[in-house]
C-alpha cells in the first residue's frame, strides 16, 4: 500500500509478519501440534539449530524465556545441518 510504503512497512505492518530469524520458534511450536502438510518443508534439525542460535534461553529448557524441557526433551544442536530451516521450492 502506498501508506506502507511512505512510512515504512517495519513502522506500519512489520508486526503482522515474522522476521527470518523470530519465523523459527513459532514453526517449531505449530509443527508438533497438529500434522501439517507444509512440515516436510521445514529441515527439522536446521530449525532446532536455528532456534540455539537465534533463541539459546528457548531451547535451554530453563524456562525463564521459553517453555522448560527436561534434560531429555531439550534441542540440541545438529552439526553441518545450519540453520536454513526452509525447504520451499
Do not use: V
Amino acid at each position: 500500500m502506498e501508506y506502507d510504503r511512505a512510512n515504512g512497512i517495519e513502522n506500519t505492518c512489520g508486526y503482522r509478519f515474522f522476521t527470518y530469524e523470530s519465523s523459527c520458534l513459532p514453526l517449531y511450536e505449530l509443527e508438533f501440534g497438529e500434522e501439517n502438510p507444509w512440515t516436510e518443508k521445514i529441515d527439522d534439525a536446521a530449525l532446532q539449530n536455528a532456534i540455539l542460535k537465534y533463541f539459546p534461553q528457548y531451547g535451554s529448557g530453563d524456562g525463564d524465556s521459553g517453555p522448560c524441557f527436561s534434560i531429555d526433551e531439550q534441542i540440541q544442536p545438529t552439526p553441518g545441518a545450519g540453520t536454513d530451516f526452509y525447504s520451499f521450492p
